[in-house]
């Protein structure tokens, strides 16, 4: 089974953290909540959230996707190289790289949405299209390993891709056999 990380900061969106790491870990995957430094956050409606890691302890050739979910936390994590260099890392290797909401803002500041179609909350939209990716209005979005979702309504089918995705993608241990069926 894979082992996956979802990004947390202060005031994410609360369905858009817990509603994939319950699904993922129901399907057998480890998953790993990782902050930006504190033991634990509080999502936009109040729900908490104790961290497994922090981000400068986790090590991107160890995972094999990352959850970016949205809500106000994205403008916290895209200040954090350590975060960006993560994403950027996984997305070299062909891992899955998935991002709902608001959560599109740190792929631009990573500078994966260049040349790549996706989805993400319409607030962001000129934001991503700016930052070279091609916008379309889906409830969810595949270009390669790259998964992209609009906001909580969009939860199942972007949980039922990312299970898609893992199921298909091939146990390597540096990734070439993903990157290559990007």
Same mark, same amino acid.
């Given at each position: ?15 858009? %953290? ?5 699904? $993922?870990?129901? &399907? @057998?995957?480890? #998953?790993? /909540?990782?902050?930006? !430094? ?44 350590? %975060? ?5 890392? $996984?997305?070299? &290797? @062909?891992?899955? #790289?998935? /991002?709902?909401?608001? !959560? ?79």
């Amino acid at each position: 089974m894979s082992k996956i990380a979802v990004l947390v900061e202060a005031d994410y969106q609360d369905l858009e %953290v817990w509603y994939p790491i319950l699904r $993922l870990r129901e &399907a @057998g995957h480890t #998953v790993v /909540s990782v902050g930006t !430094g504190h033991p634990s956050y509080k999502g936009k409606w109040g729900y908490p959230i104790t961290v497994d890691a922090s981000i400068g302890d986790v090590r991107p050739e160890n995972y094999d996707a990352v959850v970016i979910p949205g809500g106000w936390a994205p403008d916290r994590l895209r200040l954090y190289p350590a %975060v960006l260099e993560f994403v950027r890392a $996984l997305d070299r &290797a @062909g891992k899955v #790289v998935a /991002s709902i909401c608001h !959560g599109g803002s740190v792929l631009c500041s990573a500078g994966v949405a260049k040349g790549r179609r996706l989805t993400a909350y319409k607030a962001i939209r000129d934001d991503l299209v700016n930052a070279g990716a091609t916008f379309e209005d889906a409830e969810v979005v595949r270009d390669g390993n790259l998964i992209t979702s609009r906001t909580p309504d969009d939860l199942p089918a972007f949980c039922r891709e990312i299970l898609a995705a893992l199921a298909a993608a091939p146990d390597t241990p540096d990734g070439k056999a993903r990157r290559a069926a990007r």
